[in-house]
T-cell receptor, first 113, second 111 residues
Framework: EAEVAQSPRYKITEKSQAVAFWCDPI?????LYWYRQILGQGPELLVQ????????DSQLPKDRFSAERLKGVDSTLKIQPAELGDSAMYLC???????????FGDGTRLSIL | TQLLEQSPQFLSIQEGENLTVYCNSS?????LQWYRQEPGEGPVLLVT?????EVKKLKRLTFQFGDARKDSSLHITAAQPGDTGLYLC???????????FGPGTRLSVLP
């Protein structure tokens, strides 16, 4: 089982609904990443936090996606409203700092009906 | 256009065979990582290479970083069913920059 905790493991919802994913990184890891992985592809970075600050959200569709890490520990990624094309695995990773190896959680698999 | 290309996309072999998968780019990377991802799980880091021409071994896995730091290979000797998974390479152009992932090679080792 991954040291980075993510929940839920699976989420099925209808389009136009709101969904939220939660991530608890390894204790002491300052850097936290959210990735989206479409079936058959590699992970794509959505947003990166350094402590509580966003340092890279250039690939985050900001019209419908939001992410926060209020106390610099756990993080939430939200989609509202969900679209069919959002079906994917959403992975969270953490590292001691930006230059250190990333540790991934087991992800949340999202299916939009 | 993918920054990193991986080949082959799919590979199915019998237990005991050897195999090599490739990660290629037109860009130079300061460092490159290889991950293995099993179904329903997150990627797990196998190795990081930083020096052109570097070779690292991890049991039956041998990783090589190209001399020009634009490509890398992963060679598995005597593959086992436990090696089955998605092999991802990820590269960072400069120290401290984010790693960009390739699309992966999906390996299936049949008993």
């Amino acid at each position: 089982e991954a040291e980075v905790a993510q929940s839920p493991r699976y989420k099925i919802t209808e389009k136009s609904q709101a969904v939220a994913f939660w991530c608890d990184p390894i204790s002491g890891h300052a850097t936290l990443y959210w990735y989206r992985q479409i079936l058959g592809q590699g992970p794509e970075l959505l947003v990166q936090f350094q402590d509580e600050s966003v340092v890279d959200d250039s690939q985050l569709p900001k019209d419908r996606f939001s992410a926060e890490r209020l106390k610099g520990v756990d993080s939430t990624l939200k989609i509202q409203p969900a679209e069919l094309g959002d079906s994917a695995m959403y992975l969270c990773a953490s590292s001691l700092d930006r230059a250190q190896p990333q540790h991934f959680g087991d992800g949340t698999r999202l299916s939009i009906l | 256009t993918q920054l990193l290309e991986q080949s082959p996309q799919f590979l199915s072999i019998q237990e005991g065979e050897n195999l090599t998968v490739y990660c290629n780019s037109s860009s130079v990377f300061s460092s490159l990582q290889w991950y293995r991802q099993e179904p329903g799980e997150g990627p797990v880091l196998l190795v990081t290479v930083v020096t052109g021409g570097e070779v690292k071994k991890l049991k039956r896995l041998t990783f090589q970083f190209g001399d020009a730091r634009k490509d890398s290979s992963l060679h598995i000797t005597a593959a086992q069913p436990g090696d089955t998974g998605l092999y991802l390479c990820a590269g960072a152009k400069n120290y401290g920059q984010n790693f960009v992932f390739g699309p992966g090679t999906r390996l299936s080792v049949l008993p």
